[in-house]
Every structure is written in C-alpha cells, then in structure tokens.
C-alpha cells in the first residue's frame, strides 16, 4: 500500500500515519485506536479493522489470530438519528 493510502476513512487516517504509530509503540488495535480514532467512526472499525490488524502482523511478527481485535462501544450498529427522534417522541407520548 502506498503511504497516502486511507485506511480509516471514518477518520481519514492513512496507511502512513498507522506504521508511524505502530514504531512508536503502539501495537494494539485500542492503543491505535485510543491514537488516533481508528476504529471509532460510523462503521465502528469494520472497515479498516481487518488492514490494521494486518499491518500490526507484519510489523510486529505476531500472528494475526494472536491479535486482539478492538472492542466495540454501543451502538455496535449504525443507528440513524431519525430512529433516536422517533424513540423519543414514542417516550414523550
């Protein structure tokens, strides 16, 4: 991949800035994610999620099944803003 490649397009970070941060030491998915948003946009990582995994395999030697994936927060599924609004107006009724 080249350097300028996005990786989580939720965040725009790039394949560059996650090698830079897995040589500063962050070599988990929630350290990066904690760096620098991965993981935390409306697709909550299922995108970028498997590259990252991936690139901390080969960075670090560790075998990709050896790998945490990152937790999930709720809403663990998109959630549109209308379906909140109706919820409310259901609670105000």
Do not use: H, W
Not at 25 to 40: I, P, S
Not at 66 to 88: C, F, H, Q, W, Y
């Amino acid at each position: 991949m080249e350097d300028k490649t996005i990786v989580c397009r939720c965040s725009d970070v790039t394949i560059e800035e996650i090698r830079q941060a897995i040589n500063d030491g962050y070599t988990t998915f929630d350290e990066l994610k904690r760096v620098l948003r991965t993981g935390m946009g409306p697709c909550q990582g299922r995108t970028c999620m498997p590259i990252i995994l991936r690139e901390l395999s080969i960075m670090t030697g560790t075998p990709i099944e050896e790998l945490t994936p990152g937790r999930n927060r709720p809403p663990v599924n998109a959630v549109s803003l209308g379906a909140i609004a109706d919820a409310k107006e259901d609670d105000d009724e």
